[in-house]
Nanobody, 115 residues
Framework: QVQFVESGGGLVQPGGSLRLSCAAS????????MTWYRQAPGKQRERVAS???????EYIESVKGRLTISRDNANNTVYLQMHSLKPEDTAVYYC?????????WGQGTQVTVSS
């Protein structure tokens, strides 16, 4: 059974930092691209950052230079280090292997950026 469990969210002031974690299980983690998504209230879910099995990364323009995706294949975990957070980063963050996009989503982790 494919599973994704996100953690690490919270309330942070603008300019602050957070580190999100995602524990994956039920598939061969090291061979697949992993992606962080987010969904803000009233908006569609969007892709934020991806990391390929070989470590290549991609980011949407609005987070470049502030968010960093990384992976630990030994522990089937993907991370999202977030710096210089802005109110527009407020959302529920999810991780997933796009290969399993149609499988059930995890519960996500709430990130709220507010003073």
């Amino acid at each position: 059974q494919v599973q994704f469990v996100e953690s690490g969210g919270g309330l942070v002031q603008p300019g602050g930092s957070l580190r999100l974690s995602c524990a994956a299980s039920g598939f061969d983690f090291s061979t697949l691209t992993m992606t962080w998504y987010r969904q803000a209230p009233g908006k569609q879910r969007e892709r934020v950052a991806s990391i390929a099995s070989g470590g290549e990364t991609e980011y949407i323009e609005s987070v470049k230079g502030r968010l960093t995706i990384s992976r630990d294949n030994a522990n089937n975990t993907v991370y999202l280090q977030m710096h210089s957070l802005k109110p527009e980063d407020t959302a529920v963050y999810y991780c997933k292997a796009p290969y399993y996009y149609r499988d059930p989503w995890g519960q996500g982790t709430q990130v709220t950026v507010s003073s």
